[in-house]
């Protein structure tokens, strides 16, 4: 087994008197697909936010390429090949699509940037490209406010693809989606994954999951309960009665 280009190390979050990630341990390994899998409140979110330094732990490691990056900004985070969605989308909304994207990989807000021409035909060929892989070309003109929600989805995505990065932690990116865009989704991350970039997706659509993911790491009420291939963790009476609402005491 390949070392892990990402891991998290007795992860620990506490709101007040709960506890939302408990002494998690993960390891996303080169070219892995992993679904990160439990209910509602489990602390997937949470663990997202503890990796890209969206917030702080109380306790615990995160080690990319096996160096600390706990404590950086998400910005930091983000430029070392760490790249997220969040469940809210966070687009631009009276940006256009080609604007939403760009942003993405501009490293400043100003109207100059570094590298100069080139490095400005490589960022235009680089959106170029993010947009006809989700399929937004027609729309690159148009306000991401105004498009439908399942291209909302994939501009997120495609300001993903844009950066390039090695990594990219989705957060419940296909929910809502028709049948036909949950399609698309799926062979646009499937590719991804072939060309070597490292996922790690909340999903709580099972059959996604199972179309997707070389590994499950099950959630609930902030530790991890289990983790291996998806038939091993989808067949297992207690997780699935944990996943579908039947608690535990
Ligand atoms: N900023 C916060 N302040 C207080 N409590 C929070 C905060 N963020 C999350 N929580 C709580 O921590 C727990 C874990 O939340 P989290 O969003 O990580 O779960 P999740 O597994 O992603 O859930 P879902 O599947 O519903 O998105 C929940 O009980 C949630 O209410």
Redesign the pocket.
Known sequence: MSAPLLSVRGLDKK??G?A??QKVDMDLRPGVLTALV??????????F?LITGN?EADSGEVLLDGASIRGRSPHHIARMGVARSF?DLRLFGRMTVRENVLAAIEHTAWLWQPGGRSARRAREAAVDQALERTGLTAQAGARAMDLAYAERKFLSVARILATGSRIWLL??PASGLDVNSRARFVSLVRQAAAEGVTICL?E?NLDIVTELADRIAF?DR?AKLAEGEPQEILRDPELIGIYFGERRT
């Open positions: 709101f007040g709960l939302a990630v439990g209910p509602n409140g489990a602390g997937k979110t949470t663990l936010n917030i469940q957060d419940e909340i709580h959630l902030g």
